[in-house]
């Protein structure tokens, strides 16, 4: 299957800062991405979704920003919240599914 | 209105048994997709179901079936389980496939022993 990866398994943060989560992904025919959000015990809710004619888009704190050159995506939370602990996993749409990254483990330090 | 709801939340089965799981989606919505997690393995993608037909389909052997009914209710079957089942089975529903519209369920938690 295809390879979505994510560069760190887990992310402290202070409230306030600004929060960085990186994915790798292996296809470079790859045409949609998504950012999710996953708090424990729920299912994942979309962040932020980015073509792959775009490099970067933005939306409400949060910015996505893709590199196509080195097959890489980056979620940027701004003014990182409490609430905003949770596992953020990437996905890449190639053919006619999304292939999934494990996740990374944002913890937000008050 | 009421999200996605899988039943059940929590389950143990033994190895060699099958199961059966429940998805209800957003009414109105009749795209139905299903996932199973692992720690290991993240998220990995096992069907979708649209008016009542399968649409597409993930890598996994045939062990694991679903189904779709006139009011958009889904159900997912594996037969024969094994251990490696043992996962967080997700269900996300969507009006008609797009992804931006998806909402998942919390998932049914699968234990195989």
């Known amino acids: 299957g295809e390879s979505v990866g994510l560069h760190l398994p887990t992310l402290s943060v202070q409230e306030g800062d600004n929060s960085i989560i990186n994915c790798a992904y292996s296809?470079?025919?790859?045409?949609?991405f998504i950012w999710y959000k996953q708090e424990s015990g729920k299912g994942p809710q979309f962040i932020i979704d980015?073509?792959?004619?775009?490099d970067k888009r933005q939306g409400q704190r949060v910015t996505v920003l893709l590199n196509k050159t080195v097959k890489h995506l980056s979620l940027q939370i701004a003014a990182t919240q409490p609430g905003d602990s949770a596992v953020y996993f990437c996905?890449?749409?190639?053919?006619?599914?999304?292939?999934f990254g494990t996740g990374t483990s944002l913890t937000v330090i008050p | 209105k009421a999200g996605v709801t899988q039943t059940p939340r929590y389950l143990i089965k033994t190895r060699g048994q099958q199961v059966t799981l429940s998805c209800s989606p957003i009414s109105g919505h009749r795209s139905v997709s299903w996932y199973q997690q692992t720690p290991g393995q993240g998220l990995q993608f096992l069907f979708e179901?649209?008016?009542?037909?399968?649409?597409n389909k993930g890598n996994f052997p045939g062990r694991f079936s679903g189904r779709q009914f006139s009011n958009s209710r889904s159900e997912m079957n594996v037969s024969t389980l094994e251990l490696g089942d043992s996962a967080l089975y997700l269900c996300?529903?969507?009006?008609?496939?797009?992804?931006?519209?998806?909402?998942f369920g919390q998932g049914t938690r699968l234990t195989v022993v």
């Open positions: 996300a529903s969507s009006l008609s496939g797009v992804w931006t519209e998806a909402f």
């Open positions: 296809n470079s025919a790859s045409d949609y």
């Open positions: 179901y649209f008016s009542e037909t399968q649409r």
């Open positions: 980015i073509r792959s004619n775009m």
């Open positions: 996905a890449e749409f190639l053919g006619n599914q999304f292939y």
